[in-house]
């Protein structure tokens, strides 16, 4: 059974960091393309970063300089550390794994603001 939990969101003032972390399991996850997105009410889902099997890194434009993809197989865990946020970066985060089909965890809620 595949599971994806997304952990590490939170409140944080505008500039500051968060690291979240999806913790996989169920599936080969080095073989997987691991994805981040977020969605706000009302609002298209929106991709924020890739990692692929091969450690190939993609991102959003809107996050790109500031926010981090990373994973490490021994801990069957894809990491996205955030830097510089904004209150647009607002919204809920999700883990996506993308092997024979896509999974997601449910989410973890960022919160930017004074």
């Known amino acids: 059974q595949v599971q994806l939990v997304e952990s590490g969101g939170g409140l944080v003032q505008p500039g500051g960091s968060l690291r979240l972390s999806c913790a996989a399991s169920g599936f080969t996850f080095s073989s997987a393309t691991m994805v981040w997105f977020r969605q706000a009410p009302g609002k298209e889902r929106e991709l924020v970063a890739t990692?692929?099997?091969?450690?190939?890194?993609n991102y959003a434009e809107s996050v790109k300089g500031r926010f981090t993809i990373s994973s490490n197989n021994a801990k069957n865990t894809v990491y996205l550390q955030m830097t510089s946020l904004r209150p647009e970066d607002t919204t809920v985060y999700y883990c996506?794994?993308?092997?024979?089909?896509?999974?997601w965890g449910r989410g973890a809620q960022v919160t930017v603001s004074s």
């Open positions: 990692i692929t099997a091969g450690r190939s890194t």
């Open positions: 996506q794994a993308s092997y024979v089909r896509n999974y």
